[in-house]
């Protein structure tokens, strides 16, 4: 967890074992168990997946196992990486599924040592779990360091649509896009970040995913599997380097997708650039996952 919902849920506790009722507003309880937690991961040593895209799930922790949550880095292009999704994991147990898609198809198959490609591990509470990086990162809350074996997982079933955000006429210049799909949770009064994608460059040499250029611009379809469930609101942020400076720039580069319910993205979503307003302001969360470190 961050420390803005550590505290958050401290406070909460803290009320819990005063006796009081946690009252979020007039007319709805809010428990502890009902926030959750941030979905959050540092992950080191992944030099074998810098090509990879590599995704990371919460999971109901039943025969189910619907997904909640998920993030995308696409691909992962260092080593050392990390993001935080503020207040992804809602009610009830999760675990922690994440994989790197060696086989470049989007679903996941363990593993070298099962017939599969792909590099996969599960941690059992997303909300909980022990750091295992060593040395100088010791220390590091929510520390993932690369290891074998692998462990056996399966793609998850889906909560709801598909959430599929066509981006068109990117100009040649631009450099990484990031999308934040936000669950408005009315009840517990929390923007609840439960979809991240990120991309560091739109066409890479290894032209292994769904960018092209077409007419001097720049076309991208991102999408982020089963996500947005009918009669929960939901919002994006899609933040686009459109300069290639590897800054935002706010006002011009932060564009957002108007809240509807999660029944409305059954279709795909366009977004124009050139013909689109910009949102003027960065997402409260701010950008959550990392920039690269400079060259
Ligand atoms: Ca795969
Ligand atoms: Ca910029």
């Given amino acids: 967890m961050t420390h803005s919902s550590r505290l958050f849920v401290g406070a909460l506790l803290a009320l819990a074992s005063s006796g009081c009722t946690i009252v979020a507003d007039l007319d709805s309880y809010v428990s502890v168990d009902d926030i959750g ?36 880095i696409d691909p992962l292009s260092d080593p050392d990486r990390s993001f935080t999704m503020p207040f992804a994991v809602g009610e009830g147990p999760h675990a ?15 593993s070298p040592f099962n017939n599969g490609l792909d590099h996969s591990w599960r941690l059992e509470n997303a909300c909980d779990w022990a750091s295992t990086c060593m040395g100088e990162d010791a220390d590091l809350p929510n ?4 290891v074998a074996p692998f462990d056996n997982i399966t793609d998850p079933a889906d909560a709801g649509n598909t959430v599929s955000i066509n981006l068109v006429a990117l100009p040649l210049t ?21 979809g991240l994608y990120r991309r560091d460059v739109p066409i890479f040499e290894e032209e292994i995913v769904k960018c092209a250029e077409v007419g001097g611009e720049i076309e991208c379809t991102f999408e982020l599997r089963g996500l947005a ?25 932060v564009f957002n997708i108007t809240e509807s319910d999660g029944s409305m993205y059954a279709g795909t979503i366009e977004l124009d650039v050139s013909t689109s307003d910009a949102a003027g302001a960065l997402p409260p969360e701010g950008v959550l996952v990392s920039p690269l470190p400079a060259p």
């Fill in 174 to 194: 631009t450099g990484f896009v990031e999308i934040h799909l936000i669950e408005v949770d009315e009840a517990a009064n929390l923007r609840r970040v439960v």
């Fill in 96 to 110: 922690f599924n994440f994989w790197a898609d060696e086989s470049g198809d989007g679903f996941v198959q363990t």
């Fill in 229 to 253: 469930v009918p009669g929960r609101p939901y919002t994006a942020d899609v933040i686009i380097d459109l300069d290639g400076d590897g800054e935002i720039n706010g006002p011009t580069e």
């Fill in 37 to 72: 937690c941030d979905l959050e991961m540092t992950v080191r040593d992944f030099s074998p997946h810098l090509t990879d895209r590599v995704f990371f799930q919460a999971v109901t922790r039943d025969d189910a196992q619907v997904i909640r949550a998920l993030a995308i």
């Fill in 143 to 146: 520390c993932f360091s690369h």
